[in-house]
T-cell receptor, first 114, second 111 residues
Framework: DTGVSQNPRHKITKRGQNVTFRCDPI?????LYWYRQTLGQGPEFLTY????????KSRLLSDRFSAERPKGSFSTLEIQRTEQGDSAMYLC????????????FGQGTRLTVV | KQEVTQIPAALSVPEGENLVLNCSFT??????LQWFRQDPGKGLTSLLL?????REQTSGRLNASLDKSSGRSTLYIAASQPGDSATYLC??????????FGKGTSLLVTP
């Protein structure tokens, strides 16, 4: 088990373009989370999946953002019509089911919108 | 809304010192609290998870305590080393699924 894997590690895009990030969770984990982190801040919750069902979305997740987990394994996060304010580190985490299970994070995808 | 505060924001200590990082939270109805380490430009590494019914957890040179009623947790690092230099983040889970994070404490351990 290699842990949570995120691709790409870095992405530079022009304003207005669409970008998609991928997250592969730890294989036996049925819960998957996306967070966003800007410089000097702690991560902020974006959305959560249990298996393939998206169960919770933050108000931070505007209509330009969409996340999927089609087969309950890997997940994608797409940002449409990127804006400079979308520049951030996008972090994926996974965990087993249960309220007291440990969350494990990937290395993140650093997005820069120019 | 849960607010998580970490003090100090930055800390510099000489190698070998013992140190304490502080985390406070406003809503004491938590399920658990998790401490993470983050190296520059990297993801988060889980250090310790304390359930709401527990008072402390230990892993190697790290000891985390939890006082749920007062909304406080501390992370104690014994015999600090330059390799401990990183940002340490505290996160709490209330009802729901999201972790609520503090802004972190940036630690520098000098040789």
């Amino acid at each position: 088990d290699t842990g949570v894997s995120q691709n790409p590690r870095h992405k530079i895009t022009k304003r207005g373009q669409n970008v998609t990030f991928r997250c592969d969770p730890i294989s036996e984990h049925n819960r998957l989370y996306w967070y966003r982190q800007t410089l000097g801040q702690g991560p902020e919750f974006l959305t959560y999946f249990q298996n393939e069902a998206q169960l919770e979305k933050s108000r931070l997740l505007s209509d330009r953002f969409s996340a999927e987990r089609p087969k309950g394994s890997f997940s994608t996060l797409e940002i449409q019509r990127t804006e400079q304010g979308d520049s951030a580190m996008y972090l994926c985490a996974s965990s087993l089911q249960g309220l007291n299970t440990e969350a494990f994070f990937g290395q993140g995808t650093r997005l820069t919108v120019v | 809304k849960q607010e998580v505060t970490q003090i100090p924001a930055a800390l510099s200590v000489p190698e070998g010192e013992n140190l304490v990082l502080n985390c406070s939270f406003t809503d004491s109805a938590i399920y658990n609290l998790q401490w993470f380490r983050q190296d520059p430009g990297k993801g988060l590494t889980s250090l310790l998870l304390i359930q709401s019914s527990q008072r402390e957890q230990t892993s190697g040179r790290l000891n985390a305590s939890l006082d749920k009623s007062s909304g406080r947790s501390t992370l104690y690092i014994a015999a600090s080393q330059p390799g401990d230099s990183a940002t340490y983040l505290c996160a709490v889970r209330n009802s729901g699924y999201a972790l609520n994070f503090g802004k972190g404490t940036s630690l520098l351990v000098t040789p």
